[in-house]
């Protein structure tokens, strides 16, 4: 069983929404404890080290990567999909991060 990790900016995404989100994706989480290689999919470019899971009826997605020899998770960010706006994209802000080395 791998060991779940959240950093900051995502533990305080998710302590920003309402109970029941919150739940859902606290869920989502919970099942990356068991298989986290099958459950998400592979991003690509330069978020090649991280996967995706989405959540909450597909509106809000859960990035994370997995760290094999330390058997862990660590949950990066947690967003709402917003296709095509490139300033609240969650995929565009974890490439943000990833250009001004704010992840692991």
């Known amino acids: ?3 779940i990790k959240l950093t900051q900016n995502a533990a305080d995404f998710i302590s ?3 109970g029941k989100s919150q739940r859902q994706i606290m869920e989502k989480i919970d099942v990356l404890k068991e298989e986290p290689l ?3 999919k592979p991003l690509k470019g330069n978020l090649q080290d991280y ?3 989405r959540s909450v009826g597909q509106r809000y997605r859960i990035i994370y990567q997995v760290i ?3 058997i862990k998770v660590i949950v990066v960010a947690v967003g709402i ?3 095509g706006d490139k300033k609240n994209d969650i ?3 974890m490439k943000k991060y990833v250009k001004i080395g ?3």
């Open 91 to 93: 995929y565009e802000l």
């Open 1 to 3: 069983m791998y060991t």
């Open 68 to 70: 094999e020899n330390e």
């Open 51 to 53: 996967r995706s899971i």
């Open 102 to 104: 704010l992840l692991p």
């Open 38 to 40: 099958k459950v998400g």
């Open 16 to 18: 920003k929404l309402d």
């Open 81 to 83: 999909r917003r296709e």
